[in-house]
């Protein structure tokens, strides 16, 4: 099951447990539209097959959407009829926050056994170094910034590019020190109006005519990305300050090589660790090495931003 936002390698996770199911001989079953087909039963047989030319999709052919009725007891315990009226009896959520929490409140309620796989492009689970689409992520932005740079360069401009990352920074952050820009500013970090200025006020001085500024969007600095761009025309008249808010294009895309092959050894992980009674864990990445934490130390605990990374930006925009 898929659920929550799409991201990057969920198709090639869905490959993984399905073929690893069809290795051990073990029946296999999607459940579409994450929570909500789980309620409805809408369930389809899955075999070796069934996934074939899959691994390079983006997003998720088992579709993902968000239900309020699997909030409610009522919707829980319809979801658990229709899971035991189709002796369904384990399941693998790929997913984030969201997805995990509503998997521990079912377990709690029924006992019923859940291994969960990170698919979330904000990379803001505790317990793995890369969620599943975070690395796609990462080259579609730096990409994108590559491109907007070359008009940035050509007009003497000023763009404000705005990412995803509501709670966390780790994509402006990344994407910022991998594009050149000369600001960062994310949630963990509160750069200040007038510090930003000063810092693009230098920038300027050291002979910069242009200059990227990535902000995370749920940065703190001002109250969006186009009050960032007002007080910066209002401070600083020689620029022409632009705005290009990314969005959902950094959900979708072919896969990295790194997300089909961390999806693969994830779903491995997944299926065997069910199979041998293990349950209420999620499959990480730490030190390159697959391993295992207790869902509710993925959901309570939080994702570290890189603060070395953080001074390599501030090097790196002299």
Known sequence: MTSGGDS?????????????????????????????????????????????????????????????????????????????????????????????????????????????????????????????????????????????????????????????????GHIALNAGVGAGAEEILIPEEDLGLERLVDSLNRSKESGKSSSIVVVAEGDKTGKNVFELKDYVNEHMPEYDVRVSVLGHMQRGGSPSCFDRVLASRMGVTAVENLRDGKSNLMVGLINDKIAVTPLQKAIKGQSKINKELIRVSDIMSV
């Open 8 to 168: 990057p390698g969920m198709n090639a996770a869905i490959r993984s447990v399905v073929r690893t199911c069809a290795f051990y001989k073990i029946e296999c079953a999607g459940i579409y539209r994450g929570y909500q087909g789980m309620i409805e039963g809408d369930f389809i047989d899955l075999n070796a097959r069934s996934v074939k030319g899959i691994i390079n999709k983006g997003g998720t052919f088992l579709k993902s959407a968000r239900s309020k009725e699997f909030m409610t007891k009522e919707g829980r315990a319809k979801a658990y009829k229709a899971l035991t009226d189709a002796n369904i009896d384990a399941l693998v959520t790929i997913g984030g926050d969201g997805t995990f929490t509503g998997a521990l409140v079912f377990n709690k309620e029924y006992n019923f056994p859940i291994i969960g796989i990170p698919g979330t492009i904000d990379n803001d689970i505790a317990g793995t170094s890369h969620t599943l689409g975070y690395d796609t992520t990462l080259n579609t932005v730096v990409e994108v910034i590559d491109k907007i740079r070359d008009t940035a360069s050509s007009h003497n401009r000023l763009f404000f590019i705005e990412v995803m990352g509501r709670d966390v």
